[in-house]
C-alpha cells in the first residue's frame, strides 16, 4: 500500500489531498469550492482522470445493481448532483425506478437539474441539497444507496456509511464506486505518472484551474485502499460485503446489504 495512502476512513477528516486543514469544516468548505469551480465540467473531469474509463465503470455499477423493472422501488445516489448515475439506473430499470439525488453543492444539483429535462426524466427525480453526514430523510425509506466517487470528499465517513445504513429498507444494497489502489505491476506505474504528471497540467490547458485537479489526483491516494475501505463499511453494520476491482484496481464497486 501506498505510503501516502490512508488505512482508515477517519484519517481523512481532516485530509485535504496531501495537506491536513485544521478540522472538517475547513475541509468541507474547500472541497465545495472545488466543486463549485468544475460543476459545469464535470464529466470532462471524470474523463480526464480515467481516460474516459468513468462511464464504464459507472455502467458496470448499476449492472451490478440490476434495478428492478417495477414501479415503487427507490433509490438515492448520494453526492451524485450532475445525474450522470441516477439516469442510468432510471434508464436501466426502463423508467420505472424513482430516486433522489442528493449533493452538498447546489453548482452540481443545477446541472443534474437541467439534463434530467433534457432527458425527459424529471417525474423520477428529485434533486435536494443535503449533507451526505446528516441526511434529512425517514429511516428505512430506500432500497438502494448509491454514491460514486465522492466518499473520499466526504469529512467523516465514518457517519457517511451510518447515514446510508440508516436510510436503507432491511434488505436494502449499498454499492459505492471509487478510486482505489491499483493492483497489477507495471499499471501502477502508468497510472502514477499520468495522475501527477498529466492531469493537473490537463486540468490547467482545459479548464484554466491547475489547482482543483491536483486535490483530486492527491485525494485518490491518500483513500483507504480496498480492503480497509471494505472494513469501514462493516463496521457501518452492513454484511456480505465485498468488492470487485476495475482496471486493474484503478477503480474499485464496493457492495454491502442491510439484513
Not at 188 to 209: M, T
Request: with cysteine.
Amino acid at each position: 500500500m501506498s505510503r501516502t495512502r490512508a488505512t482508515g476512513a477517519e484519517a481523512m477528516e481532516t485530509a485535504y489531498g496531501f495537506s491536513t486543514v485544521t478540522g472538517r469544516e475547513e475541509k468541507q468548505a474547500r472541497v465545495n469550492e472545488v466543486f463549485h469551480r468544475v460543476a459545469e465540467r464535470y464529466d470532462l473531469m471524470n474523463d480526464l482522470m480515467s481516460g474516459g474509463l468513468h462511464r464504464l465503470w459507472k455502467g458496470a455499477m448499476v449492472s451490478w445493481l440490476s434495478p428492478p423493472h417495477r414501479a415503487g422501488w427507490r433509490f438515492i445516489d448520494v453526492a451524485g448532483g450532475t445525474g450522470d448515475v441516477a439516469f442510468r439506473i432510471v434508464e436501466a430499470s426502463r423508467r420505472k425506478a424513482s430516486g433522489t439525488v442528493l449533493d452538498i453543492n447546489a453548482s452540481m444539483l443545477g446541472v443534474g437539474a437541467e439534463r434530467a429535462v433534457k432527458r425527459g426524466l424529471q417525474d423520477n427525480l428529485v434533486f435536494v441539497e443535503g449533507n451526505a453526514e446528516k441526511l434529512a430523510l425517514p429511516d428505512s425509506s430506500f432500497d438502494a444507496y448509491t454514491i460514486a466517487f465522492g466518499i473520499r470528499n466526504v469529512p467523516r465517513i465514518d457517519l457517511a456509511l451510518a447515514e446510508a445504513y440508516r436510510v436503507l429498507k432491511p434488505g436494502g444494497r449499498f454499492l459505492c464506486l471509487e478510486f482505489s489502489e491499483v493492483d497489477m505491476p507495471v499499471l501502477d506505474k502508468v497510472y502514477e505518472a499520468w495522475s501527477f504528471k498529466a492531469i493537473p497540467q490537463i486540468g490547467q490547458l482545459v479548464a484554466r484551474d491547475r489547482e482543483s485537479y491536483e486535490y483530486l489526483v492527491e485525494s485518490i491516494r491518500r483513500f483507504p485502499n480496498q480492503e480497509n475501505f471494505a472494513s469501514s463499511i462493516r463496521a457501518a453494520g452492513f454484511e456480505r460485503v465485498t468488492y470487485r476491482n476495475l482496471s486493474g484496481g484503478i477503480a474499485a464497486i464496493h457492495s454491502g446489504w442491510k439484513l
